[in-house]
């Protein structure tokens, strides 16, 4: 039977090799490698069908099984089915049912093959335009950068220098992942507002009038407004651009919230920025050394200071002497 089985099957167009038990059948496929098909009878001598079908799917999960079944065994092959056969034949086989069955079996397997194929194929595509659009957004965020540096020579590094603080600050307060990021990217675009604001009074080196500091004010709300529509996912980073100049004692500006109402991220930009603009050349007055700055955030803790992130920030840099960073 097993010979005409494979004659048949040979007719349809397809190799054929035999094993006369589920032992043989093993050996076969150790030394041949994987196959499409199999078809197993379910009695058979040394090891029945049942636990060769159990052993070689274990082995070979991609090959597909049809069970050849007497018409007692139908319990049998439903049982082969829960096992991951693909399909039975019944004895008395047919050609035409042979060939029929087989056909369908190959077509399962491509399916379940090809959807994995896909499945695998569309993950790894999903993660490249992932990386890609983290990528461009990365690139718009230096390209708003540079525009503004173009218009504010002071600001020139303060954006990278900022983001580049506020990074190592928030690991001393546990920061990890996605939550770095987002503090690296708004520490890169806090001022970014700044490009709406007139260069006169961006560089005038005086102090500035009470209506002209309304108007520097204006930055952080702007700066918001601008980057909303791409950073819409990313709400922590409008949130550090809109909140980097409020106080803890409520005294700050666009909202004037007061201590933990301001977002955490916002507090850390707001110590590190101070530092900066206190430790470069500003339009306004000359800068003061980093153990002064410090000194001066100290002074300011409670009023205008988170303090454990001044905290965090000594203790991210401990050596103040090697201060500001140089990019
Ligand atoms: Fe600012």
Same mark, same amino acid.
């Given at each position: ?7 048949? =099957? ?14 043989e ?8 490698g994987e196959?499409?098909l199999?078809?197993?009878? =379910?009695?058979?001598?040394e ?19 049809v069970?050849?079944t007497?018409?007692?065994?139908v ?11 693909l399909?039975?034949?019944s ?11 087989v ?8 399916? /379940?093959?090809?959807?994995?194929f896909y499945?695998?194929?569309?993950e790894s595509?999903v993660r ?11 690139n718009g $965020? ?9 218009k504010d ?8 220098? /900022? ?7 928030? /690991? ?6 996605e ?5 690296r990217?708004?520490?890169?675009l806090?001022?970014?507002?700044k ?20 108007? =520097? ?19 922590t ?15 700050g ?15 850390? $930009?707001?110590v590190?920025?101070?530092f ?13 050394t ?30 103040v ?5 140089s990019?």
């Open positions: 039977m097993r010979h005409s089985l494979a004659r048949v =099957i040979q007719a349809h167009g397809l190799a054929t090799l035999e094993a006369s038990s589920g032992a059948a093993l050996a076969m496929l150790e030394s041949q196959v499409p199999v078809i197993s009878d =379910i009695y058979m001598p090891m029945d069908g049942v636990t060769f079908l159990r052993e070689a799917l274990r082995l070979y999960p991609d090959t597909a099984f069970m050849l007497g018409v007692a065994e319990a049998t092959a439903v049982e082969c089915l829960k096992l991951g056969a399909d039975y034949i004895k008395p086989v047919l050609v035409e049912e042979v060939r029929a069955r056909d369908k079996a190959l077509e399962k397997r491509d399916l /379940v093959l090809q959807n994995r499945q695998q194929h569309l595509r490249e335009l992932d990386r890609r659009n983290k990528q461009s957004l990365i $965020v230096q390209t708003l950068v540079h525009a503004l540096e173009a020579a002071y600001t020139s590094g303060h954006s990278t220098r /900022v983001s580049r603080y506020a990074v190592k600050t928030a /690991v001393q307060l546990g920061y990890t992942g939550r770095l990021e987002f503090l990217l708004g520490g890169e806090h001022d970014i507002g490009i709406g604001t007139r260069e006169d009074i961006l560089n005038k080196p005086g102090p500035l009038t009470p209506d002209e500091f309304e108007h =520097i004010k204006g930055h952080a709300v702007l700066g918001e407004r601008i980057l909303a529509p791409a950073l819409a996912e990313s709400p980073v409008l949130r550090i651009v809109r909140s980097h100049h409020e106080r803890m004692d409520g005294c500006f666009p909202d004037g919230l007061v201590g933990a109402q301001i977002p955490a991220e916002a507090r850390i $930009v707001a590190v920025d101070a900066d603009a206190m430790t470069t050349n500003r339009a306004y007055r000359p800068s003061r980093p153990a002064d700055a410090v000194d001066e955030l100290r002074r300011c803790m409670k009023t205008h200071f988170d303090p454990e992130v001044v905290d965090a920030f000594q203790r991210a840099f401990n050596d002497s090697a201060l500001p960073i990019l």
